[in-house]
């Protein structure tokens, strides 16, 4: 069966890679993006909770019902507790969790009369392994991936599974702006490759294959959180 997929932050690398796979597999994809560029998608602020139900029903009048949707847009910032300012934990937190907890507020009544659906929420490891000048991100991503299993705990009785992606250090065009800001890009983009001992980034499709299987009706899982990591959070090299 052909299903309704909405996907959260479509313009980006991930969001992209995202769409492309869910459309290879004959799905309807409806995108949702402050920069949405395709036609058929909206443009929605996730922070604004009316937004949020506005978009989600206009979804329901065109096309009857959404079977999965993708909670993955989401702002970074980096610095330590200390540097990070107010205006930072309120700008992420804001699209991080507050807009996941929109989208799916409004999503989830209408997978219930369906008795049936998937949520899956793009996450980062650094919700589970320390990394440096990233407090702010981090805190909001742990959010995510605690928000996750409540939800599916609360969803289980409706048929509906709800789970999450930590992707690893991924090659997108954020990490890509992230690096040529720094005063030295490829010792920085080496360092970046090193720490994950499959000695690569992880690609847009990796993080969207991982996605599409969480997604798939045949996925006997919820309430996981599913890494996509290279290897970082769970080996150690020693040279």
Not at 1 to 25: D, H, K, N, P, Y
Not at 40 to 60: K, L, S, Y
Request: hydrophobic share 45%; glycine share 10%.
């Amino acid at each position: 069966m052909q299903r309704i997929v909405v996907v959260t932050g479509s313009s980006g690398g991930i969001g992209s890679a995202i769409r492309e796979r869910f459309t290879a597999l004959g799905d309807t994809v409806v995108g949702i993006d402050l920069a949405a560029e395709l036609a058929g998608d909206h443009r929605v602020d996730i922070t604004d909770a009316a937004q949020c139900e506005a978009v989600v029903q206009r979804i329901i009048d065109q096309h009857g019902r959404v079977d999965v949707l993708c909670n993955n847009a989401g702002v970074s910032a980096v610095g330590d507790v200390v540097a990070s300012t107010p205006d930072d934990w309120q700008r992420v937190f804001a699209v991080n969790v507050f807009g996941t907890a929109n989208m799916s507020r409004a999503a989830l009544p209408h997978m219930r009369r369906q008795q049936g659906g998937a949520i899956v929420n793009t996450c980062s490891i650094v919700a589970t392994v320390g990394l440096v000048q990233r407090a702010v991100y981090a805190s909001s991503k742990g959010a995510v991936v605690a928000l996750t299993k409540a939800m599916a705990a609360d969803e289980v009785a409706n048929g509906i599974r709800v789970n999450a992606v930590s992707p690893g250090t991924v090659e997108s065009p954020w990490v890509q702006r992230l690096v040529a800001a720094t005063d030295d890009p490829p010792t920085t983009y080496e360092a970046l490759r090193k720490r994950q001992p499959l000695g690569q980034l992880v690609s847009c499709e990796s993080v969207a294959d991982a996605v599409v299987y969480l997604a798939n009706p045949t996925t006997f899982t919820t309430g996981i959180n599913l890494l996509v990591d290279g290897g970082i959070s769970g080996i150690r090299i020693v040279e």
